[in-house]
């Protein structure tokens, strides 16, 4: 695993584990490499003897775009591994402290043109990151980013205590957050609703041809028609979601067995009974579908980050 124990990813990895293990016939031990939003954990799977012995589960979003920017020697996630299978969609939402006088994202946007927002982010390069930097160029919103929390969770209290303006994170790791009142959500980086939580009731939608991007370019002269198509983009990149992978260059009988394996896990029963996680699964070919479909949409989204990137370490 690249990333730490407790967080989504873990969860995801210790749902599979015992569903796999019997579907193989084989003991699966989680190893937890965290380091560097997940690159540390994405090298040495990449790294590993292409054997079946390794698994694990990526996040699409932050190395494919930190493969592209090609600054952290991180694995290319279409070529540095084989796919076995999506479990989940990476769809964010922004979200701000519960007693932020930003209680809407028009809210934000106003308040971005008098100074410029904080956000609290993992790591620069991480998904997170990708996901507010992209998003406030659409919208014309100054940013700018604090990194180093400990997790997902800290991040979040910086938020609640007003440390910080915004956050933005998967809604299956904070949404719990959302609901307890904690949190205000302000925006959906997704071209439709991400669930049907009644806390999502009125928050908008980035994407899609009414979707906030669009009407926010429309009203201020723009092409909205533009905006839209990159607010798009960015939610074909996010949702290459968390895959489950192996290193590349497995013998094909080994990757047709894995990849056969996990699709039969993915659409079982038994592991949306024992979960009350929102999973958006699919097999291995759907799965690098997207992740091809994201390969093609990140480049977009470059100058954007390099930007940003360059104001962090001014």
Request: aromatic letters at 4%; one cysteine or more; charged letters at 20%.
């Amino acid at each position: 695993m690249p990333n730490a124990a407790g967080g989504g990813y873990d969860t995801e990895s210790r749902l599979l584990q015992p569903l796999l293990a019997r579907r193989l016939g084989a003991d699966i031990v989680i190893d937890n490499q965290a380091g560097a939003g997940g690159l540390v954990g994405a090298r040495a799977i990449a790294g590993a003897r292409p054997d079946g012995a390794t698994l694990g589960i990526l996040g699409v979003p932050g190395l494919l775009v930190a493969s592209l920017m090609g600054e952290t020697h991180a694995p290319d996630p279409v070529t540095a591994f084989t796919v076995l299978g999506r479990i989940a969609r990476s769809w964010h939402v922004w979200g701000t402290g519960a007693s932020s006088p930003l209680s809407t994202i028009d809210a934000v946007v106003a308040a971005s043109a008098r100074r410029p927002l904080i956000c609290a982010i993992n790591e620069a390069g991480s998904a997170n990151f990708v996901s507010v930097t992209a998003t406030a160029a659409l919208l014309g919103i100054d940013v700018e980013f604090v990194g180093g929390f400990a997790g997902t969770r800290s991040a979040c209290l910086a938020a609640m205590r007003g440390d910080v303006d915004l956050v933005c994170f998967n809604f299956e790791t904070i949404g719990d957050l959302f609901k307890a009142g904690d949190l205000r959500p302000l925006l959906q980086v997704s071209v439709e609703r991400i669930a049907k939580d009644r806390v999502l009731d009125d928050v908008p939608v980035l994407g899609g041809a009414d979707g906030y991007a669009a009407r926010h370019a429309r009203s201020r002269g723009r092409d909205a028609g533009a905006t839209g198509e990159a607010a798009d983009g960015l939610a074909q990149v996010m949702g290459g979601g968390r895959i489950l992978v192996a290193p590349a260059g497995l013998p094909a009988a080994i990757g047709r067995c894995l990849a056969d394996a996990v699709g039969d896990v993915l659409a079982s029963a038994e592991l949306r009974a024992s979960t009350t996680r929102v999973l958006d699964t699919a097999p291995a070919e759907a799965a690098r579908a997207d992740v091809l479909l994201a390969a093609r949409m990140a480049p977009r989204l470059l100058p954007a980050l390099r930007a940003a990137l360059a104001r962090m370490r001014a």
